[in-house]
């Protein structure tokens, strides 16, 4: 299947920073990119959808504000947690449609964030 | 989106088939069942995906009742590398981006 990047992979900030994730497709253009959290043993929560060339949609009860999500181009986005808190502390998981293989998503690796 | 109903563990005897059952009785015609599965630890894997015809890959066999309220995920000779928590989802390719929202899963434990 299509291949998706994630960096970093770990990454600890203190409280009060920000942090930011990368999500790549490698092998694929992608105007669509999706967010996701999880939390130990919980499933996985969407947060946004990012959309190449245009505004991230947030889900309900997702702070766009706190969770900046960019994609300027057709293999990057970025989500950006600001301020961070000990309760962002989480597994943030990112994952792209590939057009070209019948809308089907691939997924990234996941970023293990931990505020201290 | 339509929901689905998985059942939420599963053993399975290593060299043996697994087979994965999924409820999702609304769903929809344009919708396709999707199946991924998550290893600890791990960004989720995609395994398959139909809409109404049986489908094989290289990684399991999807099976999908006739009415298409349910469905099977086979994998045909289960190892221990299979044990992971399987996801199935319904979900429009074309409508609001695609999305997949994620259940509970089946913590499948492929044992020696």
């Known amino acids: 299947g299509a291949v998706v990047s994630q960096h970093p992979s770990r990454v600890i900030c203190k409280s009060g920073t920000s942090v930011k994730i990368e999500c790549r497709s490698l092998?694929?253009?992608?105007?669509?990119m999706f967010w996701y959290r999880q939390f130990p043993k919980q499933s996985l929560m969407l947060m946004a959808t990012?959309?190449?060339?245009?505004?991230?949609?947030?889900e309900q009860g997702v702070e766009k504000d706190k969770f900046l999500i960019n994609h300027a181009s057709l293999t990057l986005s970025t989500l950006t947690v600001t301020s961070a808190h000990p309760e962002d502390s989480s597994f943030y998981i990112c994952?792209?449609?590939?057009?070209?293989?019948?809308?089907?998503?691939?997924f990234g690796e996941g970023s293990w964030l931990t505020v201290v | 989106d339509a929901k689905t109903t998985q059942p939420t563990s599963m053993d399975c005897a290593e060299g043996r088939a697994a087979n994965l059952p999924c409820n999702h009785s609304?769903?929809?015609?344009?919708?396709?069942v999707y199946w991924y599965r998550q290893i600890h630890s791990q960004g989720p894997q995609y395994i398959i995906h139909?809409?109404?015809n049986n489908e094989t890959n290289e990684m399991a066999s999807l099976i999908i009742t006739e009415d298409r309220k349910s469905s099977t995920l086979i994998l045909p000779h289960a190892t221990l590398r299979d044990t992971a928590v399987y996801y199935c989802i319904v979900r429009s390719p074309y409508n609001q981006g695609g999305k997949l929202i994620f259940g509970q899963g089946t913590e499948l434990s492929v044992k020696p």
């Open positions: 092998d694929f253009q992608a105007t669509t």
């Open positions: 994952s792209a449609r590939d057009m070209e293989a019948g809308n089907t998503i691939y």
């Open positions: 139909g809409l109404k």
């Open positions: 990012s959309n190449e060339g245009s505004k991230a949609t947030y």
């Open positions: 609304t769903i929809s015609g344009n919708e396709y």
